[in-house]
């Protein structure tokens, strides 16, 4: 092929066409690198949002499960208190029934009302033991005055004293008396 040859004018309009094609297709690759970009942060952005999200479930996850193992330690705990709780309760008061509800209070007690609390069934068990003891006296009392011939008066309303007797010579003296022997 022969060299040609270009005038002034027809070399810039070469030159002008070029630049033209370049910078189209230039502009064309930086629009389209340009909405690559904008995807690539859009979906950089969602990938972020994804993992943020993640990481508060993780959290709350883990927060759930502190608290479900401090859950299990407190019942632990509890279970604990109420054996040994219902074991001094049933030391102290045998003959006291211990309902749910009533170790569940038991339970729930602080441990200054608790040792209160067995106290206070200490002292009425030890006056349960004595009452017996009491009322045999009484009995024992009852048929020594039997014995003697005066009877203390009593009823469902009165028990009597030893002050106001009836003489055992009346009937319902000698009556009285021989109730008082028999239950003795």
Known sequence: MADRTFTEGEHYALVDDAIKRETAAAATRVSELETKVTELQNANDVLVTEKAAEMQRANQAAQALDQFKQQ??????????????TAKVTEVAPALELTQERSDRIVAMSDEVFESYLADLREVAA????KPADEAKKDE????????????????????????????????????????????
Do not use: H, Y
């Open 127 to 130: 006056k349960s033991a004595a």
């Open 141 to 184: 009392k009852k048929a020594e005055k039997a014995a003697e011939g005066s009877i203390p008066r009593e009823s469902a309303a009165f028990a009597g004293s030893d002050t106001d007797n009836k003489v055992a010579g009346t009937v319902l003296g000698v009556i009285g008396a021989s109730r008082a022997l028999r239950s003795a």
């Open 72 to 85: 299990i330690e407190t019942e632990k705990a509890q279970e604990a208190q109420r054996a040994e709780r």
